[in-house]
Nanobody, 125 residues
Framework: QVQLVESGGGLVQAGGSLRLSCAAS????????MGWYRQAPGKQRELVAT???????YYTDTVKGRFTSSRDNAKNTVYLQMNSLKPEDTAVYYC???????????????????WGKGTLVTVSS
């Protein structure tokens, strides 16, 4: 089993920055890819970014150039640096991990066997 715990959410003004962290513990050897998802009120869950064990990253178009995913293997932690935040970035952000897959399948949550409980990001205008 793997446990994922997010932190770093909060309230920020538009244009500001936040860094989310996701600390993993347990049988992390089984994780090949980590993903950041978000769900805004009344909307479907959305894949925001992924990072593989090898460091390859993916970003959805709406966050490209603003968000950066990174990982610290020594700390078993992945990060999502969010800059130039917009009110439409307001959502609960979840980290997830698992064997991964294609972007198309990960968008649907497939290949993500473990999920954190989420951290709320609120961007005020």
């Amino acid at each position: 089993q793997v446990q994922l715990v997010e932190s770093g959410g909060g309230l920020v003004q538009a244009g500001g920055s936040l860094r989310l962290s996701c600390a993993a513990s347990g049988s992390i050897f089984s994780i090949n890819a980590m993903g950041w998802y978000r769900q805004a009120p009344g909307k479907q869950r959305e894949l925001v970014a992924t990072i593989t064990r090898g460091g390859s990253t993916y970003y959805t178009d709406t966050v490209k150039g603003r968000f950066t995913s990174s990982r610290d293997n020594a700390k078993n932690t992945v990060y999502l640096q969010m800059n130039s935040l917009k009110p439409e970035d307001t959502a609960v952000y979840y980290c997830a991990g698992g064997k991964g897959g294609t972007i198309a399948t990960m968008r649907l949550g497939y290949g993500m066997d473990y999920w954190g409980k989420g951290t709320l990001v609120t961007v005020s205008s």
